[in-house]
């Protein structure tokens, strides 16, 4: 994901305005983009507030900077410069963190992107978009690009399995139905995505018809996709590599609530009030906090018990 | 550009202007706003390439309060430069004001950023700093800091920055008035040696007397004047100069006179009554 963003982003380049700040992470990875457009890349140290800051000074002469740093230092340390700085000023600044969910696994939690949704998703102005393949960081890099005004845009590391058709129309705060289905909905973003798919297969070896939906953008949420599948299947399930608090699973759960689809059958997978605090690969890591395709596959199996007893009470008191 | 001799008249209407608008709001930063008052009235008449007819310009100069809290001076200034109608000053701090008590880009014109949070604007006049030597734009961009401000890590983290950019068309000028919210600056969290912390970081520097105008314009010339990387000018001045008993007081940051002292101040700053400067 990360290569194919900063690929992507040398295509962008092409525009001047374009201008990438880095936090020093990014030795090696940034070589082509550097081949490509050596003066659209300043390394502005490992200074962070002031790296948001001059970003927002850039954006308000004109220029459209692309600040990339590991997540927790790019969102949590400067957080009130992203604030007041882009935020408040609604300037036309673009913020890449790397390493959503566990991606940084070993690192431990100081290097996990694990609270910045639930941080950004409260501020105005912004939007955030969370690929979950390559080809979509680079339909997500595009998207950033092309809005005119605040895009946090978090991406994993390494080589993440394709998820998404090769051909599709990535569309700002529009999700995507990767798997139709009437049981159950499972609604997920981000990297995720791909135990989801096994979990939904995993479903329907056991007859049950789950639907996948990928929430590409967090921020605007796409409420109809989300009213819809409560409505239609009568059961909702979030995944996320991510607290629940302020994540994704909140996002939902109050869009659901609030439209009156509150008695939709809910339930969600992701951190709740903790840290990750294993260390290994991405994958021990989901096993180690629930949120393996089994685990998945499980949580939605219970809940569709559930659902049928609110069916068999609703009979009853009818 | 003005005469320095036509300055203090200026100045001295901008106070009066600052505590006319504190009194329509209720309470203000009134001697935050006072011990910068002489700096802003140098940088409009003087140096600042600004103007109501261009300031949308991308070539012009941007000056940035990064010490928001004194904004009362900086719309006093831009009104009487007019940015904004003089009328609009008396709507400080109400209802439907763009005059709020931080400055906003979004609202004020000729505002260059939104700043309230300490440590903040200097960053962002660094970017500005930036962009114009990326596209070769003949603009100076000046900062004013203030010197509690400069307790914020950010503060140190963009002084790294310029000199590293070399950006030799960025002058920051520190409102040293040596007290901040709770006290002395000295007492508090200590700043001396002052100048040596700027000058480790790259900087040249100038240690001025922040109210004497010709100390200020000549500083800031030296500022455009070579091609060595930006200029930290430290302002000595004096908190809430201009009224005898704000001056150097702590108390006086966020607060009003009582009738008695409304008298005082009125007399100092040669006013009949406060209600008649904005009526």
Same mark, same amino acid.
């Given at each position: 994901?990360?290569?194919? @963003?900063?690929?992507?982003?040398?295509?962008?380049?092409?525009?001047?305005?374009?201008?990438?700040?880095?936090?020093?992470?990014?030795?090696?990875?940034?070589?082509?983009?550097?081949?490509?457009?050596?003066?659209?890349?300043?390394?502005?140290?490992?200074?962070?507030?002031?790296?948001?800051?001059?970003?927002?000074?850039?954006?308000?002469?004109?220029?459209?900077?692309?600040?990339?740093?590991?997540?927790?230092?790019?969102?949590?340390?400067?957080?009130? @410069?992203?604030?007041?700085?882009?935020?408040?000023?609604?300037?036309?600044?673009?913020?890449?963190?790397?390493?959503?969910?566990?991606?940084?696994?070993?690192?431990?939690?100081?290097?996990?992107?694990?609270?910045?949704?639930?941080?950004?998703?409260?501020?105005?102005?912004?939007?955030?978009?969370?690929?979950?393949?390559?080809?979509?960081?680079?339909?997500?890099?595009?998207?950033?690009?092309?809005?005119?005004?605040?895009?946090?845009?978090?991406?994993?590391?390494?080589?993440?399995?394709?998820?998404?058709?090769?051909?599709?129309?990535?569309?700002?705060?529009?999700?995507?139905?990767?798997?139709?289905?009437?049981?159950?909905?499972?609604?997920?973003?981000?990297?995720?995505?791909?135990?989801?798919?096994?979990?939904?297969?995993?479903?329907?070896?056991?007859?049950?018809?789950?639907?996948?939906?990928?929430?590409?953008?967090?921020?605007?949420?796409?409420?109809?996709?989300?009213?819809?599948?409560?409505?239609?299947?009568?059961?909702?399930?979030?995944?996320?590599?991510?607290?629940?608090?302020?994540?994704?699973?909140?996002?939902?759960?109050?869009?659901?609530?609030?439209?009156?689809?509150?008695?939709?059958? @809910?339930?969600?997978?992701?951190?709740?009030?903790?840290?990750?605090?294993?260390?290994?690969?991405?994958?021990?890591?989901?096993?180690?906090?629930?949120?393996?395709?089994?685990?998945?596959?499980?949580?939605?199996?219970?809940?569709?018990?559930?659902?049928?007893?609110?069916?068999?009470?609703?009979?009853?008191?009818? | 550009?003005?005469?320095?001799?036509?300055?203090?008249?200026?100045?001295?209407?901008?106070?009066?202007?600052?505590?006319?608008?504190?009194?329509?709001?209720?309470?203000?930063?009134?001697?935050?706003?006072?011990?910068?008052?002489?700096?802003?009235?140098?940088?409009?008449?003087?140096?600042?390439?600004?103007?109501?007819?261009?300031?949308?310009?991308?070539?012009?100069?941007?000056?940035?309060?990064?010490?928001?809290?004194?904004?009362?001076?900086?719309?006093?200034?831009?009104?009487?430069?007019?940015?904004?109608?003089?009328?609009?000053?008396?709507?400080?701090?109400?209802?439907?004001?763009?005059?709020?008590?931080?400055?906003?880009?979004?609202?004020?014109?000729?505002?260059?950023?939104?700043?309230?949070?300490?440590?903040?604007?200097?960053?962002?006049?660094?970017?500005?700093?930036?962009?114009?030597?990326?596209?070769?734009?003949?603009?100076?961009?000046?900062?004013?800091?203030?010197?509690?401000?400069?307790?914020?890590?950010?503060?140190?983290?963009?002084?790294?920055?310029?000199?590293?950019?070399?950006?030799?068309?960025?002058?920051?000028?520190?409102?040293?008035?040596?007290?901040?919210?709770?006290?002395?600056?000295?007492?508090?969290?200590?700043?001396?040696?002052?100048?040596?912390?700027?000058?480790?970081?790259?900087?040249?520097?100038?240690?001025?007397?922040?109210?004497?105008?010709?100390?200020?314009?000549?500083?800031?010339?030296?500022?455009?004047?070579?091609?060595?990387?930006?200029?930290?000018?430290?302002?000595?001045?004096?908190?809430?100069?201009?009224?005898?008993?704000?001056?150097?007081?702590?108390?006086?940051?966020?607060?009003?006179?009582?009738?008695?002292?409304?008298?005082?101040?009125?007399?100092?700053?040669?006013?009949?009554?406060?209600?008649?400067?904005?009526?």
């Amino acid at each position: 994901m990360r290569n194919a @963003f900063i690929s992507e982003l040398a295509e962008l380049a092409e525009d001047p305005r374009l201008m990438t700040l880095l936090a020093d992470n990014g030795i090696i990875v940034y070589d082509d983009y550097q081949k490509r457009r050596p003066k659209q890349l300043l390394n502005l140290g490992i200074a962070e507030s002031n790296l948001i800051g001059v970003a927002a000074g850039l954006a308000s002469s004109g220029f459209i900077p692309v600040v990339y740093s590991i997540i927790p230092f790019l969102v949590m340390r400067p957080f009130e @410069f992203v604030r007041d700085d882009i935020c408040y000023q609604n300037l036309n600044v673009k913020l890449v963190g790397i390493g959503a969910g566990f991606a940084y696994s070993s690192l431990g939690p100081t290097h996990h992107g694990t609270e910045d949704v639930a941080l950004l998703s409260c501020l105005p102005n912004m939007t955030i978009l969370s690929p979950s393949d390559p080809l979509e960081t680079r339909k997500a890099a595009r998207a950033a690009y092309e809005h005119d005004g605040p895009v946090y845009l978090r991406i994993g590391t390494g080589r993440n399995p394709v998820v998404n058709p090769t051909d599709y129309s990535f569309e700002l705060g529009k999700g995507i139905e990767l798997r139709s289905g009437t049981d159950i909905s499972l609604i997920s973003t981000g990297t995720i995505l791909s135990e989801v798919l096994k979990a939904s297969d995993a479903l329907e070896r056991q007859g049950i018809s789950a639907r996948v939906i990928n929430i590409h953008t967090l921020k605007p949420l796409d409420r109809e996709i989300v009213i819809r599948a409560a409505k239609e299947t009568g059961a909702v399930l979030t995944i996320e590599e991510h607290t629940t608090t302020g994540g994704l699973a909140s996002l939902v759960a109050s869009e659901l609530m609030e439209s009156g689809v509150g008695q939709a059958r @809910f339930a969600c997978l992701g951190l709740k009030n903790r840290f990750c605090e294993n260390y290994g690969a991405i994958e021990d890591l989901r096993s180690a906090l629930g949120l393996t395709a089994e685990d998945i596959c499980e949580r939605a199996v219970q809940l569709l018990s559930a659902k049928a007893v609110d069916a068999a009470d609703s009979m009853l008191s009818v | 550009m003005r005469e320095l001799k036509e300055l203090p008249k200026r100045a001295e209407k901008l106070r009066q202007d600052v505590l006319a608008m504190a009194v329509h709001a209720g309470g203000a930063h009134v001697s935050p706003a006072y011990s910068i008052i002489d700096l802003l009235v140098v940088l409009y008449g003087r140096h600042l390439r600004v103007s109501p007819a261009t300031a949308d310009d991308p070539n012009r100069d941007r000056l940035v309060l990064s010490k928001g809290h004194g904004c009362a001076a900086l719309y006093a200034v831009l009104a009487q430069e007019g940015f904004i109608p003089r009328d609009e000053l008396k709507t400080f701090c109400s209802i439907g004001s763009k005059l709020g008590g931080h400055p906003d880009v979004n609202k004020v014109n000729g505002v260059e950023a939104s700043t309230g949070s300490l440590g903040h604007g200097f960053a962002m006049a660094v970017g500005m700093a930036l962009a114009a030597k990326l596209k070769n734009r003949d603009s100076r961009v000046v900062a004013i800091l203030g010197d509690g401000e400069c307790q914020e890590g950010s503060i140190w983290e963009s002084a790294m920055a310029a000199t590293q950019l070399e950006l030799d068309n960025l002058v920051v000028i520190v409102d040293a008035n040596g007290l901040q919210g709770m006290g002395d600056v000295e007492s508090i969290n200590r700043l001396e040696p002052f100048g040596d912390k700027w000058r480790s970081f790259g900087w040249r520097t100038r240690e001025i007397d922040g109210h004497d105008l010709g100390e200020i314009d000549a500083a800031v010339s030296e500022g455009y004047s070579t091609g060595e990387g930006p200029l930290a000018i430290i302002a000595r001045t004096i908190k809430g100069k201009g009224v005898s008993f704000m001056e150097g007081q702590a108390i006086w940051h966020y607060r009003l006179p009582n009738d008695d002292e409304m008298k005082q101040a009125c007399d100092e700053l040669n006013v009949e009554s406060i209600a008649a400067v904005l009526p």
